[in-house]
């Protein structure tokens, strides 16, 4: 019977009327609102769920604003990735197929110019930055090995018998001992003379005692002389490569019959062509 009333008590005073007062500044009467206890209770109640409410539903528009943000910075550093890959991967097939070449030669004549279980894509960038430009640095390196290649005498101008050495000699002309600076290389009138290594023809002409000659500058120090020819069939400036014909066997000048005197200068000092039969890296 007690919890009866107890319980009648709490009603009654949950339902009290609880008089609110406004009251003007101004000469107005104040403004009287009677609401029951109960009332004022539940408003509070319903305002504080409210306020946590939209404070939710503003931290949640901010994560999504965040996380659109990260996922755009991703999207482009995937982006940027994908495409660093894909120059690697062009790099690796270029090289693939360069060092698929059995030999040094071949090589350069066919040359075209920690897991932490997460990604650091700062890191990783940097590594691949570091990769690109080592590719780089071997490309060059690649490409001046390539011209210094092409600019070396390889071989001989032309099929024969070597008929005078490089060095010290009898001269066939004049008699007495003297100093042979190339080699002469002993073949049949109108034959052809052919370039020994890439070059651009500095002189094509008559020279005196070396009769029609021809001079080919191939860069890296190296020039080469083509004397006694029949005919030139080059001229100046114009580029030539390993193997191209430049002049026709002949015996103008001083010579006691068809062949070709061949000298290689290299850093301006003449050098024995015969060191250069085969190529010298």
Aim: proline fraction near 4%.
């Amino acid at each position: 019977m007690s919890d009866i009333l107890k319980i009648k008590k709490f009603i009654k005073k949950a339902f009290t009327p609880v008089t609110i007062m406004f009251v003007p500044h101004s000469k107005n009467k104040p403004l009287n609102f009677k609401i029951p206890f109960v009332g004022i209770v539940t408003t509070l109640l319903l305002s504080c769920i409210g306020i946590g409410y939209i404070f939710t539903i503003a931290i949640d528009t901010f994560e999504y604003y965040r996380m659109k943000k990260n996922l755009n910075y991703y999207s482009e550093q995937f982006l940027e990735l994908k495409n660093t890959i894909s120059a690697l991967k062009r790099a690796e097939a270029q090289f693939s197929k360069l060092f698929s070449h059995e030999s040094k030669e071949e090589v350069l004549m066919n040359l075209d110019t920690s897991d932490s279980g997460s990604i650091d894509m700062d890191n990783l960038k940097q590594q691949i930055k570091n990769t690109v430009e080592s590719v780089g640095e071997i490309r060059d390196y690649l490409r001046v090995q390539r011209d210094i290649y092409a600019a070396t005498p390889k071989g001989f101008p032309v099929e024969g018998t070597i008929s005078s050495h490089f060095g010290i000699r009898t001269d066939p002309i004049r008699g007495g001992r003297d100093f042979h600076s190339g080699l002469d290389i002993s073949s049949s009138t109108g034959d052809v003379v052919r370039a020994t290594a890439d070059g651009v023809v500095s002189f094509s002409g008559w020279n005196g005692g070396s009769g029609n000659l021809v001079v080919l500058e191939h860069g890296h120090g190296f020039s080469t002389f083509y004397a006694h020819n029949k005919m030139n069939v080059v001229k100046v400036g114009q580029k030539v490569k390993r193997g191209e014909v430049i002049a026709h066997v002949g015996s103008t000048g001083s010579s006691t019959g068809p062949h070709v005197h061949y000298e290689i200068w290299k850093e301006g000092k003449p050098v024995n062509p015969e060191d250069y039969k085969e190529g010298r890296s």
